[in-house]
């Protein structure tokens, strides 16, 4: 079965430090990767999605990029952090033109 | 922006069922609805979804009316456990990676 894992579960952060989330998925290959983000209470938000190595789309303009090297690897990155860059993070995979399905999530506040 | 329409929050006594509406009156033909919940502080998990046919599963049923514009989910029997926030979603999976546009979705309080 897939599995999919998220890393850090929590992290605290001073404002304009660097970020680095880690996603990997097991179990599985070639899939689409996600990330989405959750601020203030409920909602996410797509930020970037790949459907392979190397290839990433943004949603949103913000301080943050990603990168896929891996197949079943996608990290998410800030060269300087912002406090409203605070909130939930979570990493989601989808097999091709499937049911998304998400990690555990890291949750970051930057102080 | 989200294209579906959900009421805020929702009460169920546990044991009953929990029917929880979702408004999507400018869905497309190619587009698919998605049910997720969120239990606080994890990340949201699926449940189920359809095109155009009723659906049911382990976990719920979902039923969408035949001119497709809204459906409703049902939990069958509410436990405890099923106080979550549930998010109705529509998505074209062959559009843009199949990406998901979440709204504020209906917060369930399952009371005993």
């Known amino acids: 079965s897939q599995t999919i894992h998220q890393w850090p579960a929590t992290l605290v952060q001073p404002v304009g430090s660097p970020l680095s989330l880690e996603c990997t998925v097991e179990?599985?290959?070639?899939?689409?990767l996600y990330w989405y983000r959750q601020a203030a209470g409920r909602g996410l938000q797509l930020l970037f999605y790949s459907v392979g190595i190397g290839q990433i789309s943004s949603e949103v303009p913000q301080n943050l990029s990603a990168s896929r090297p891996q197949d079943r690897q996608f990290i998410l990155s800030s060269k300087k952090l912002l406090l409203s860059d605070s909130g939930f993070y979570l990493c989601a995979w989808s097999a091709r033109y499937d049911t998304q399905y998400f990690g555990p999530g890291t949750r970051l506040t930057v102080l | 922006d989200a294209k579906t329409t959900q009421p805020p929050s929702m009460d169920c006594a546990e044991g009953r069922a929990a029917n929880l509406p979702c408004n999507h009156s400018?869905?497309?033909?190619?587009?698919?609805v998605y049910w997720y919940r969120q239990i606080h502080s994890q990340g949201p998990q699926y449940i189920i979804h359809g095109l155009k046919n009723n659906e049911t599963n382990e976990m719920a049923s979902l039923i969408i009316t035949e001119d497709r514009k809204s459906s409703t989910l049902i939990l069958p029997h509410a436990t405890l456990r099923d106080t979550a926030v549930y998010y109705c979603?529509?998505?074209?999976?062959?559009?843009?990676?199949?990406?998901?546009?979440f709204g504020q979705g209906t917060e369930l309080s399952v009371k005993p």
């Open positions: 979603i529509v998505s074209n999976l062959y559009n843009q990676g199949g990406k998901l546009i």
């Open positions: 179990g599985t290959s070639n899939p689409n």
């Open positions: 400018t869905i497309s033909g190619n587009e698919y």
